[in-house]
């Protein structure tokens, strides 16, 4: 059984930054896209930034020029720092990521941004 398991999470001031970290683990074959979505109290899931096994990245337009997302292909771990935050970012992160052919979520963490 696959699993991911995020960590970073917390409370930082607004313009303050923090690294969201996850860690993929079990019998891993193959890794293809990994991701960070977020979801806010009464939004929708959303997608924050996607990266390829390639190392291709797309972003979501309101975190563009402040969130980076960077993979290890050979540890199977994704990141996300994110710089420059605002109370709007506050929200619970889910990491994402194709294992094995077979689509999975960690269970989240808490990013609160105070003004």
């Known amino acids: 059984q696959v699993q991911l398991v995020e960590s970073g999470g917390g409370l930082v001031q607004a313009g303050g930054s923090l690294r969201l970290s996850c860690a993929a683990s079990?019998?891993?074959?193959?890794?293809?896209?990994m991701a960070w979505y977020r979801q806010a109290p009464g939004n929708q899931r959303e997608l924050v930034a996607r990266i390829t096994n390639g190392g291709r990245t797309n972003y979501a337009d309101s975190v563009k020029g402040r969130f980076t997302i960077s993979r290890d292909n050979a540890e199977y771990t994704v990141a996300l720092q994110m710089n420059s935050l605002k109370p709007e970012d506050t929200a619970v992160y889910y990491c994402?990521?194709?294992?094995?052919?077979?689509?999975?979520w960690g269970k989240g963490t808490l990013v609160t941004v105070s003004a």
């Open positions: 079990g019998r891993i074959f193959s890794a293809n896209d």
């Open positions: 994402n990521a194709v294992i094995n052919y077979v689509m999975y």
